[in-house]
Protein backbone atom coordinates (compact mmCIF):
# COMPACT_ATOMS: atom_id res chain seq x y z
CA UNK A 1 0.00 0.00 0.00
CA UNK A 2 2.83 2.37 0.54
CA UNK A 3 3.59 2.29 -3.01
CA UNK A 4 0.54 3.61 -3.94
CA UNK A 5 1.42 6.58 -1.77
CA UNK A 6 4.85 6.53 -3.49
CA UNK A 7 2.83 6.72 -6.76
CA UNK A 8 0.70 9.40 -5.84
CA UNK A 9 3.37 11.76 -4.11
CA UNK A 10 5.34 11.30 -7.60
CA UNK A 11 2.33 12.41 -9.88
CA UNK A 12 1.51 15.38 -7.16
CA UNK A 13 4.98 16.49 -7.73
CA UNK A 14 4.37 16.13 -11.48
CA UNK A 15 1.21 18.45 -10.84
CA UNK A 16 3.10 21.31 -9.50
CA UNK A 17 5.68 21.40 -11.78
CA UNK A 18 2.57 22.13 -14.31
CA UNK A 19 0.30 24.22 -11.93
CA UNK A 20 3.21 25.67 -9.33
CA UNK A 21 0.65 28.13 -7.85
CA UNK A 22 -2.17 25.33 -7.27
CA UNK A 23 -1.94 25.05 -3.17
CA UNK A 24 -4.31 21.99 -3.34
CA UNK A 25 -1.62 19.90 -5.10
CA UNK A 26 1.12 20.96 -2.91
CA UNK A 27 -1.23 19.69 0.17
CA UNK A 28 -1.77 16.42 -0.96
CA UNK A 29 1.49 16.08 -2.23
CA UNK A 30 2.68 16.72 1.41
CA UNK A 31 -0.19 14.15 2.79
CA UNK A 32 0.86 11.64 0.30
CA UNK A 33 4.76 11.65 1.41
CA UNK A 34 3.64 10.90 4.54
CA UNK A 35 1.45 8.04 3.82
CA UNK A 36 4.38 6.61 2.24
CA UNK A 37 6.54 7.00 5.22
CA UNK A 38 8.98 9.66 3.94
CA UNK A 39 8.33 11.82 6.73
CA UNK A 40 11.19 14.18 6.13
CA UNK A 41 9.80 14.68 2.32
CA UNK A 42 6.70 15.01 4.08
CA UNK A 43 7.55 17.92 6.78
CA UNK A 44 9.64 19.80 4.19
CA UNK A 45 6.42 20.04 1.77
CA UNK A 46 4.17 20.96 4.49
CA UNK A 47 5.90 23.76 5.00
CA UNK A 48 5.35 24.59 1.31
CA UNK A 49 1.83 25.56 1.34
CA UNK A 50 1.21 28.78 2.24
CA UNK A 51 -2.40 29.16 1.82
CA UNK A 52 -4.83 30.13 4.89
CA UNK A 53 -7.15 27.03 3.90
CA UNK A 54 -5.03 24.44 4.35
CA UNK A 55 -3.35 26.07 7.29
CA UNK A 56 -4.53 23.94 9.83
CA UNK A 57 -4.20 20.74 7.64
CA UNK A 58 -0.56 21.50 7.59
CA UNK A 59 -0.04 22.40 10.98
CA UNK A 60 -1.46 19.90 12.17
CA UNK A 61 0.54 17.12 9.92
CA UNK A 62 3.81 19.15 10.83
CA UNK A 63 3.01 18.57 14.46
CA UNK A 64 2.23 14.59 14.10
CA UNK A 65 5.77 14.48 12.03
CA UNK A 66 7.46 16.33 15.01
CA UNK A 67 6.36 13.86 17.08
CA UNK A 68 7.08 11.06 15.61
CA UNK A 69 10.66 12.18 15.06
CA UNK A 70 10.79 13.20 18.54
CA UNK A 71 9.52 9.20 19.23
CA UNK A 72 11.62 7.56 16.78
CA UNK A 73 14.59 9.83 18.79
CA UNK A 74 13.51 9.07 22.35
CA UNK A 75 13.56 5.06 21.52
CA UNK A 76 16.71 5.02 19.62
Known sequence: MSSDFVTA???Y???IKVCPDNDEYKMNYAQALYKAALYPEATRAAVR???PQY???M???QVFLLL???ETFSRG
Do not use: W
Open 68 to 70: LRH
Open 59 to 61: LML
Open 13 to 15: EEL
Open 55 to 57: AQK
Open 49 to 51: VDN
Open 9 to 11: AKM
